[in-house]
């Protein structure tokens, strides 16, 4: 069935493009309010939309308003449309893209008549109507979705075990990635292809130096990372690595990352990240990196990344960080909204479908910092910037960072969003040695 945010996006260039709907265009692709699974609010806005569409005219909260009254609608209810209203409103959709789309949505929603169909078949069946009437009273619409869908591209599961086995085990085997944290790692699984996981703190919480350790400690598990940075240089980044690389256990050399990249090291000090290099950069033990700091777009890091992918698979790609990336949209909100759709849209799509896992830091709002230093902790309303970050994530982890955090080089790590997973409300407690640019934990969980 149609998701509900995808009806929020049909809703969305529906709103943003009056002047090109018609009723010959809604009765060409089938496009009814009753198709989808909608809420109430989305269901009024559906029809206000259409309405307002015939005179070239998008709608406004004095016509939701006048409606409400009309039809007698509750004031909740109306206040409900008011916000799916700018909810809407926030997204920047192209009616050109979506016309290519509606061949994906018309097979969703094939799937969605079947099954109200079927509902209210049982509804009819407990209300004790003779079954027989109703298959006859539903025959033709049933046999046209089940010829539509005997056409659209669907699969039977019937003799598939092999290649499922096949598929799961190379799966588990080559492309999932980890944090790099055990309990961590245990809370939240794997980070398997497709799947869009988000790291969100404060400025200058330390995220970058997380993401650089989550695509180290995959690195050394022989995995291939993609790295987009907007704030790093290469040469930051190499400097960054080469002396978290320094503390393994295979050196322990420890070299400080500000003398480094000041150039301030003994000769002794040279050899040793010469060392630490030629083994990170050559070592065929461990994965390769793959980094750009030139990529702009969600459009360019996955056209690099599937450049990349054809002669050196790729296992995950690390973007530091969203909030910077360009984009569609008439608000910062819709910028950062529609290229989180777009992300999770394209890790699914990767490689024409083999799928990518993303990983990927955000940034909170100063004033929801403030708050999470309080409690100790952020709610899960830290992402109000954009309700998407939550739709299009499926974990989502904060780090928090106070000056009490700092004066003991400590960083709180908190999952609030895992999708089929009991790890959400987890809270942990990382040692930072920013100095080396690493990150492990402490604790297993802070009770």
């Not at 008011?82 to 018309?106: M, S």
């Not at 130096?209 to 995959?218: D, F, Q, S």
């Not at 790295?227 to 190499?238: D, G, H, N, R, V």
Request: charged residues 30%.
């Amino acid at each position: 069935m149609i998701a509900i945010d995808k009806a929020d996006e049909v809703l969305a260039i529906l709103y943003a493009h009056p002047e090109k709907l018609s009723r010959e265009f809604l009765k060409k692709y089938n496009l009814s309010a009753s198709l989808f699974p909608l809420e109430h609010a989305q269901e009024i806005l559906f029809r206000l939309i259409v309405t307002a569409s015939y005179a070239n005219k998008k709608v406004t909260e004095a016509l939701i308003e006048a409606y409400c009254v009309k039809n007698k609608i509750s004031d909740e209810e109306k206040e409900n449309t008011v916000f799916a209203l700018d909810r809407i409103k926030e997204q920047d959709k192209d009616f050109a893209e979506f016309e290519d789309k509606l061949l994906v949505y018309r097979k969703e929603l094939k799937t969605a008549q079947l099954n109200k169909l079927v509902f209210a078949t049982n509804k009819s069946i407990q209300d004790g109507k003779d079954i027989d009437q109703i298959l006859e009273k539903h025959r033709e619409q049933l046999q046209s979705i089940v010829q539509e869908q005997q056409n659209a591209d669907v699969r039977s599961l019937r003799g598939r075990s092999s290649e499922f086995i096949k598929q799961y085990e190379e799966s588990d085997a080559t492309d999932s990635l980890v944090y790099g944290f055990d309990s961590i790692d245990e809370a939240i699984g794997r980070i398997n292809p497709g799947e869009v996981h988000l790291i969100a703190g404060a400025s200058n919480e330390g995220k970058s130096i997380v993401l650089a350790n989550i695509a180290y400690n995959n690195l050394i598990r022989k995995k291939n990372m993609f790295y987009a940075s907007l704030e790093m240089s290469e040469k930051q980044c190499i400097y960054r690595l080469l002396a978290l690389h320094s503390t393994h256990p295979k050196f322990g050399y420890n070299l400080e990352h500000k003398r480094i990249k000041a150039k301030d090291l003994t000769e002794r000090e040279k050899e040793q990240l010469y060392d630490v290099a030629t083994d990170l950069f050559e070592c065929e033990d461990y994965g390769e990196l793959f980094f750009t700091d030139t990529a702009t777009t969600v459009a360019e890091i996955f056209d690099e990344a599937e450049d990349i992918n054809r002669f050196k698979k790729l296992h995950g790609i690390c973007i530091d960080y969203i909030s910077l990336l360009q984009g569609k949209g008439s608000s910062e909100q819709a910028v950062i909204a529609n290229n989180f759709k777009a992300i999770k849209s394209k890790a699914l799509l990767f490689n024409k479908g083999e799928q990518i896992p993303v990983i990927s830091v955000h940034q909170i709002a100063e004033q929801k910092k403030e708050q999470a230093e309080e409690s100790g902790k952020y709610d899960f309303n830290f992402l109000s910037d954009t309700s998407e970050a939550k739709k299009s994530s499926d974990v989502v982890s904060w780090i928090l960072r106070t000056e009490q955090h700092r004066q003991v080089h400590e960083l709180s790590w908190g999952i609030n969003k895992v999708r089929d997973s009991d790890g959400v409300g987890n809270t942990y407690s990382l040692f930072e040695d920013f100095q080396h640019m690493r990150v492990q934990l402490i604790d297993t969980e802070i009770e």
